[in-house]
């Protein structure tokens, strides 16, 4: 009889999110006359640009044409893509990434979930705590975590970069070493964001002890800050030890579409052997190649009257964060992110615990965020709210919040 892949057994609970959805279903049914909003989930609202429209519809057109019908995509993207990317995320800041070592996705999720094939089982990894679930969960399916310690909320395995109010949210160097480290910045859950000094820290700490960093620039799109790097590379020595991974979700709105990218530079070498080719050789084999309608409403992303639609896509969200935050401030709140990144994570008030709050929440203001606890043992007692949802139901979720 087949036996099944006994680390799967290993993972926590049910997703954080279909914990959310089940008590707000629950709420719904019992208070159908009841507006909620949701602040919650991480998913844009805002519907795709004109200029991204305009290149889906060419493309569809192109697909029903003998002379320009395209088949399989080639594994690793196609140049006119990977061009853009380069030209427009790394050159034009003056990093040295050349096409070739830019490798085409559907979104950050499954390259942030995948990546961790190419290393060894017991290779140990360094997550922030609180974190983006899947670097955790994606490593567990592994076998790379060890046990759960359900008193401490921690798997044994794996090291704990815990972010806190004292150290500004932002990760410490680890005492205890670790061999793969997963950085987000600007980060999910917390908003906050790593000035270069200290991803330089980071980068240097890698080199030294031979350890490859996954840096998650997802949020990227969101950065106002001039001190806070958009790509690791714009780090000495980032070339010998950092992945990074890119997606077209938060800042074109794909999250429906799916385009992302991970970025593989070739002087990145451990055992003698290139990731950048392992990389390759994986994606290869398990994947075949983005639509080539999406990647050409990715390369529109780039294009002038594409680069102008998708800074208004980021303004319209980052007036969210400034209402979010200014707001909750304003009410007595503390509240941390939204300067650099959609997200808002603020503490519970009186010592509530995140789920407590959550309910609280619901109940009385109608709103619906996510508890940080679910982030990590790191984010009980904080809350995070997201500045994905319109204008209006903002105000009005702020408001409600407010008058509590
Ligand atoms: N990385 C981080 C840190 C995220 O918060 C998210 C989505 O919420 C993703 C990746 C997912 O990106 P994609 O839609 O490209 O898969």
Redesign the pocket.
């Known amino acids: 009889m087949v036996r099944i892949n006994s680390d799967y057994g290993k993972l926590q609970g049910s997703y954080l999110f279909s914990t959310i959805a089940k008590k707000v279903g629950q709420y719904s049914e019992e208070q159908p006359d009841r507006k909620i909003i949701r602040l919650g989930i991480?998913?844009v609202t805002r519907p795709l640009t004109p200029a991204v429209i305009k290149a889906l519809h060419e493309a569809v057109d192109e697909m029903g044409e003998e002379k320009t019908f395209r088949g399989y995509a080639p594994d690793l993207g196609y140049d006119f893509l990977r061009k853009a990317i380069c030209d427009n995320d790394y050159r034009s800041r003056g990093c040295d990434i050349g096409q070739d070592e830019i490798f085409v996705s559907?979104?950050?999720?499954?390259?942030?979930g995948n990546i961790q094939e190419i290393f060894a089982k017991d290779d140990r990894i360094g997550v922030c705590d609180p974190v983006?679930p899947?670097y955790i969960d994606s490593n567990v399916m592994a076998g790379r975590t060890g046990d759960y310690d359900i008193k401490s909320g921690r798997y044994a395995g794996v090291v704990y970069l815990d972010c806190t109010k004292e150290n500004g949210f932002c990760p410490d160097l680890p005492e205890e070493d670790c061999d793969i480290i997963y950085l987000?910045s600007p980060?999910?859950p917390t908003g906050t964001a790593l000035t270069k000094d200290r991803l330089q820290d980071w980068v240097d700490y890698a080199n030294k002890k031979g350890s490859v960093i996954i840096f998650?620039a997802?949020?990227e799109a969101y950065i106002s800050d001039e001190d806070v790097p958009h790509s690791i590379y714009e780090c000495e020595g980032a070339r010998e030890c950092a992945i990074e991974?890119h997606?077209?979700?938060?800042n074109a709105g794909?999250?429906g579409l799916?385009?992302?990218y991970a970025t593989v530079p070739k002087d990145l070498k451990r055992e003698g052997v290139s990731l950048n080719t392992l990389w390759a050789r994986r994606h290869a084999t398990k994947y075949n190649g983005a639509p080539y309608i999406v990647q050409r409403a990715g390369e529109a992303v780039y294009s002038y009257e594409g680069r102008k639609e998708i800074r208004g896509l980021v303004d319209y969200y980052m007036e969210n964060a400034r209402v979010i935050r200014s707001g909750l401030e304003k009410a007595g709140y503390e509240a941390y992110g939204g300067v650099n990144s959609p997200y808002i994570w603020m503490k519970t008030p009186e010592g509530m615990s995140s789920w407590d709050f959550f309910d609280y929440l619901l109940r009385e203001a109608n709103v619906v965020g996510t508890p940080g606890v679910g982030f990590g043992s790191c984010g009980e007692g904080y809350f995070r709210l997201t500045a994905f949802g319109s204008h209006e139901n903002t105000r009005e979720a702020v408001d409600r919040i407010c008058r509590l």
């Open positions: 991480g998913d559907d979104g950050a999720k499954p390259d942030s983006y899947v987000c980060n999910n998650d997802a949020y991974l997606s077209f979700s938060k794909f999250t799916r385009l992302g």
